[in-house]
Antibody, heavy 118, light 110 residues
Framework: QVQLVESGGGLVKPGGSLRLSCAASGFTFSDYYMSWIRQAPGKGLEWVSYISSSGSTIYYADSVKGRFTISRDNAKNSLYLQMNSLRAEDTAVYYC???????????WGQGTMVTVSS | QSALTQPASVSGSPGQSITISCTGTSSDVGGYNYVSWYQQHPGKAPKLMIYEVSNRPSGVPDRFSGSKSGNTASLTISGLQAEDEADYYCSSYTSSSPVVFGGGTKLTVL
């Protein structure tokens, strides 16, 4: 079935780095734009970044621009988020999601928790 | 990009109808028909309920409907059921950023 599975979350100190991965299955990964969305504990959803199907077009939220890098490997059906210079306010559950042409996210992973704390 | 404005909470009794509003500007909700709605139960990932203002994905009950007037989009749930109790988020394409979410609305079924 269509599925997204995130991994790579954990506890990291402020200023540290972490790399999240998202494994896709059940659909032609290379046909779809993909995105990362996060949710701080007890808070709402915040869009983080998206990448086009080929990887040639990338957007970031202002809150992560210059610190996070999204990438994908279509041969491995995988999406990545390299997070550097992490701050306490980056603490959140990070979801990967498939983007429809209508700018809606129709498939979501289960999320991976990132905690930035000393 | 500022978040879209949603009421913090709404409530209704089983069988009733409720409406959740999502207010933006002419640069997002009012300017494009790319408004989506998501349902999120505690500890779970969000689920797409409505896309392109009023379209339902396969499997979403027709009790859920969406509409838009000017800069405000709305999600209506009719025949409220206990399992509808959840957080609901709207989102929209924007002229300055690919997507912006609303702050979320907690629906309580009394």
């Amino acid at each position: 079935q269509v599925q997204l599975v995130e991994s790579g979350g954990g506890l990291v100190k402020p200023g540290g780095s972490l790399r999240l991965s998202c494994a896709a299955s059940g659909f032609t990964f290379s046909d779809y734009y993909m995105s990362w969305i996060r949710q701080a504990p007890g808070k709402g959803l915040e869009w983080v970044s998206y990448i086009s199907s080929s990887g040639s077009t990338i957007y970031y939220a202002d809150s992560v621009k210059g610190r996070f890098t999204i990438s994908r490997d279509n041969a491995k059906n995988s999406l990545y988020l390299q997070m550097n210079s992490l701050r306490a306010e980056d603490t959140a559950v990070y979801y990967c999601a498939r983007l429809m042409t209508s700018d809606a996210f129709d498939i979501w992973g289960q999320g991976t928790m990132v905690t930035v704390s000393s | 990009q500022s978040a879209l404005t949603q009421p913090a909470s709404v409530s209704g009794s089983p069988g009733q109808s409720i409406t959740i509003s999502c207010t933006g500007t002419s640069s997002d909700v009012g300017g494009y028909n790319y408004v989506s709605w998501y349902q999120q139960h505690p500890g779970k990932a969000p689920k797409l309920m409505i896309y392109e203002v009023s379209n339902r994905p396969s499997g979403v009950p027709d009790r859920f409907s969406g509409s838009k007037s000017g800069n405000t989009a709305s999600l209506t749930i009719s025949g409220l059921q206990a399992e509808d109790e959840a957080d609901y988020y709207c989102s929209s394409y924007t002229s300055s950023s690919p997507v912006v979410f609303g702050g979320g609305t907690k629906l309580t079924v009394l």
